[in-house]
């Protein structure tokens, strides 16, 4: 039986794109929330996403320029919302506009207190800027509220490598 050309080639499309879908590895998790995240009008998204939710999808997709915007938005609409201060501080952190992140988590602190999860993304945000003082500061704290943290672990291991890389290449 003979198939046609058109049926052969869908069908290695459609292979392939089952083959993305189970990518391992850095990308897999970006793989997997692409077709959700695409938009913010997609239609996998809720028509009444509130703009944390937008956010957060655009954070997940590294669309960190659009998810500043929309946390921003839920900041300002709703000063006491913890986690759109949150969102908008990790934002700014992917931008590298770390001022505006410490105002943000200032704020998120103001509002949640010394949080394991605020401290936490404080502590890496410090890391991420080099501070490694800073960066240990805050991730003793988060470690000090919740001992069992596998992010907070994860993170102070990360920040004990850039010591000793710092020192590697200081000698």
């Known amino acids: 039986m003979k198939t046609s ?19 391992t590895g850095p990308q897999a998790s970006r793989t997997a929330v692409l ?9 996998l998204l809720s028509a009444s996403a509130g703009p944390v939710e937008l956010g957060k999808a655009h954070f ?4 960190y320029g659009l998810s500043e915007k929309h946390f921003r938005k839920a900041a300002e609409s709703e000063p006491n ?8 501080a990790a934002s700014y952190d992917r931008l590298h506009r770390f001022k505006l992140a410490d105002r943000a988590y200032k704020q998120a602190v103001r509002i949640e207190g010394e949080t394991p999860a605020i401290m936490n993304n404080w502590g890496y945000s410090k890391l991420l800027r080099g501070d490694l003082t800073a960066a240990r500061k ?34």
């Open 5 to 23: 050309i058109h049926a052969r080639a869908a069908a290695i499309i459609l292979t392939c794109a089952a083959l993305g879908a189970c990518a």
């Open 35 to 43: 077709p959700v995240m695409a938009a913010s009008n997609s239609p």
């Open 60 to 63: 997940k997709n590294g669309d």
């Open 81 to 88: 919302n913890a986690k759109a201060w949150i969102g908008l």
């Open 138 to 171: 805050y991730l003793n704290r988060a470690r000090a509220k919740d001992p069992a943290d596998p992010h907070v672990r994860n993170n102070l291991a990360l920040l004990d490598a850039s010591r000793k890389m710092s020192r590697r290449a200081g000698a």
